[in-house]
């Protein structure tokens, strides 16, 4: 890949942001867990399912996340490791949270796609995949737990290569699985990696081994598993891709880890995959230019808003990638879409769920800032250029149903409840011209609860969620008479999204092909860029 750019400043270069992608309980929480506590940033991993005080896990701290054992929002979590800067994005790997993952994925440079040693490649996995590949993310693959029954190791590998249609390159190699699991061979830097089954937040020793043929090996592994690894391990020097930087870098190859990330081995090995091989900042596309994350200028986009991160404040969280430039506290940025500037005087760094005030952030950090709505998705924080970032999407809701107040006194605080989750893009709300009540549109059904529970435990408001006569919404555009005829036509089928754009919804794929047979000027939208 020969690149033209100028050399990052050093402070940029040694930032890695990535996501961790997989499909639900493949161990990606575990995993994150992993690398705060080798990145030092916590003493003691706690367990999704944790007994009784058993630590729980840092990166889920919603209610509903501690108790059902998943993840249903992306948190962002900062710390050292190997003289690298690392901003990890934990994502929802719930299919009814895909779209606070689609969202995610706009802000970072590079995932780390875990897959089941048992299960393979997931039809979650495969969509995340999807969304990875449409910007071309370098990945990084690590096959998690092989101290359980796994299928076998060449399988695995044709099945992503073959799935996913990308070349894998082994960095490391199992040596046995299930009960046998004894470690892997590091094929990168020729060194044997054993694993320690007696304490979890222990890493494995790491033996450094001159080759295959290194009599040392025979003291560690078995005669009968030794002469299986070096048959395998010549078998894939021979039948798979050679490992290759520059492919890894553009997205077309993916290099394979194997481990176990409840028995904390084989993550070091991928942390310094990713310290060494992973991308560092990349330049970011806005409407007008492509901004260089070496620019002096500070610029930066949302990608995701948390409201009541700390019920007893009612604030609202704005997760900003920092695009480029070096910031300060106490900064004046500019709010594009409100053409106002804004003093960030509290900017934060996250640690799952503990935060602290941060003094200064780089290109490719994550920072939060707290607001009280002025923030939404898709908006740009410059130092006074006009540009905005696109690309960043919203998907038209699958499933609607009518919300409406157990207490019919209280819909006003309803509506303000709803407008919240509307901007976290937790969920659509659409106010229907005609008729009371509101419409909530989610992509999964688990995101109905995960409302009613959020709007009862933050708002004090039992609500209850009925079915909706309209089966999907489209995004309404076009030359303003046209659209005017529209509306007056349907008025029973037209509402209003969180921002005021019409929205038409449809009961049948036949409504939407009447409209666009009489109204050809007329577009109907399932995705509207989230863009003001």
Not at 137 to 153: H, S
Not at 154 to 165: G, P, R, T, V
Request: proline share 5%; hydrophobic share 40%.
């Amino acid at each position: 890949m020969l690149d033209n750019r100028p050399k990052l400043p050093p402070e940029i270069a040694r930032r890695r942001t990535f996501a961790i992608i997989s499909h639900p309980d493949a161990g990606k929480t575990t995993l994150t867990e992993k690398f705060l506590l080798f990145g030092g940033a916590i003493q003691m991993a706690g367990q999704v399912r944790a007994k009784g005080e058993a630590r729980r896990t840092r990166s889920d701290f919603m209610q509903m996340e501690k108790d059902r054992g998943i993840s249903v929002s992306a948190s962002a979590m900062s710390f050292d490791f190997d003289g690298h800067r690392f901003n990890l994005v934990d994502t929802p790997g719930h299919s009814d949270f895909s779209e606070d993952t689609y969202r995610t994925l706009t802000a970072v440079d590079a995932a780390i796609m875990v897959i089941d040693g048992a299960k393979g490649v997931e039809s979650q996995t495969q969509k995340l995949f999807e969304v990875c590949r449409l910007r071309d993310l370098p990945i990084l693959t690590f096959c998690n737990k092989m101290d359980r029954e796994a299928r076998d190791t060449f399988e695995i590998i044709d099945e992503i290569q073959e799935n996913l249609a990308i070349d894998v390159t082994p960095a490391s190699w199992p040596i046995g699985q299930g009960r046998a699991f004894l470690g892997c061979y590091d094929l990168i830097n020729d060194r044997l990696e054993l694993m320690d089954r007696a304490d979890r937040n222990k890493v494995g020793e790491s033996l450094k081994i001159n080759g295959l043929d290194d009599p040392k090996l025979a003291q560690h592994i078995p005669a009968d598993m030794l002469e299986t690894l070096r048959e395998e391990i010549e078998m894939a020097r021979e039948l798979l891709p050679k490992f290759d930087h520059d492919s890894v870098l553009n997205g077309s190859m993916s290099p394979i880890w194997f481990g176990s990330a409840i028995n904390s081995f084989g993550v070091q090995e991928l942390m310094r995959g990713m310290a060494e091989y992973g991308p560092e900042p990349q330049p970011l596309t806005t409407d007008g230019r492509q901004i260089d994350p070496g620019e002096d200028k500070v610029t930066g986009f949302v990608f995701k808003v948390q409201a009541n991160m700390d019920p007893k404040h009612r604030d609202r969280v704005a997760f900003v990638r920092l695009a480029s430039g070096h910031f300060l506290r106490g900064m004046k940025l500019q709010h594009v879409r409100l053409g106002k500037p804004m003093t960030v005087s509290n900017p934060m760094l996250f640690l799952a769920a503990d935060r602290e005030l941060t003094e200064e952030a780089w290109a490719g950090d994550i920072i939060g800032i707290p607001n009280h709505g002025q923030l939404r998705i898709g908006d740009t924080l410059t130092e006074g250029e006009a540009i905005r970032f696109t690309g960043i999407p919203s998907f038209a809701p699958e499933l609607l149903q009518t919300c409406r107040a157990g207490d019919p006194l209280k819909s006003k605080h309803l509506e303000k409840a709803l407008m919240q989750f509307a901007e976290e893009g937790a969920a659509k709300v659409f106010k229907p011209m005609i008729g009371s009540g509101f419409i909530v549109g989610v992509v999964g059904p688990l995101q109905f609860e995960v409302l009613a529970s959020r709007i009862e435990l933050e708002y004090g408001l039992p609500v209850r969620f009925e079915s909706s006569p309209f089966s999907s919404a489209r995004w309404l555009s076009g030359p303003k008479a046209d659209v005017d005829k529209v509306v007056n036509s349907n008025k029973g089928h037209i509402a209003t999204d969180s921002d005021g754009d019409l929205v038409y919804m449809t009961r049948l794929q036949w409504d939407i092909d009447r409209i666009q047979r009489d109204n050809p000027a007329v577009k109907l939208t399932a995705t509207k860029e989230m863009m003001v």
